[in-house]
């Protein structure tokens, strides 16, 4: 069966950059968003941004003007680019992918950490 494999994910102090990626092990054709989601210390799991296969991009508030989603569609490898990070970042990030089509088809990754702290 076909994973979704993080990576990219540490310890950063505030103010500093971390960039994730996601790619499938395996082919997944028909992607129609790919995107990440985290969840932090006895919260529950929100998402962070999505990317459609047309480029379009939706970021949560909290991220806005400091995150950066993009996709290689061609390689099915999504991209988180984090900068100006804060202690409230710190989470687990989950990489997320819903293929076109029916019946609803979703793959989610295992989780990658992340901390942000001086």
């Known amino acids: 069966q076909v994973q979704l494999v993080e990576s990219g994910g540490g310890t950063v102090q505030p103010g500093g950059s971390l960039e994730l990626s996601c790619a499938p092990s395996?082919?997944?054709?028909?992607?129609?968003?790919m995107g990440w989601y985290r969840q932090g210390p006895g919260k529950q799991r929100d998402v962070v941004a999505t990317?459609?296969?047309?480029?379009?991009?939706n970021y949560a508030d909290s991220v806005k003007g400091r995150f950066t989603v993009s996709m290689d569609i061609a390689k099915h490898t999504v991209f988180l680019h984090m900068n100006t990070l804060k202690p409230d970042d710190t989470a687990v990030y989950f990489c997320?992918?819903?293929?076109?089509?029916?019946?609803?088809?979703?793959?989610w990754g295992q989780g990658t950490q992340v901390t942000v702290s001086s």
């Open positions: 997320y992918t819903l293929l076109a089509g029916t019946p609803r088809t979703e793959y």
């Open positions: 395996g082919s997944l054709p028909g992607i129609w968003v």
């Open positions: 990317i459609t296969r047309s480029g379009s991009t």
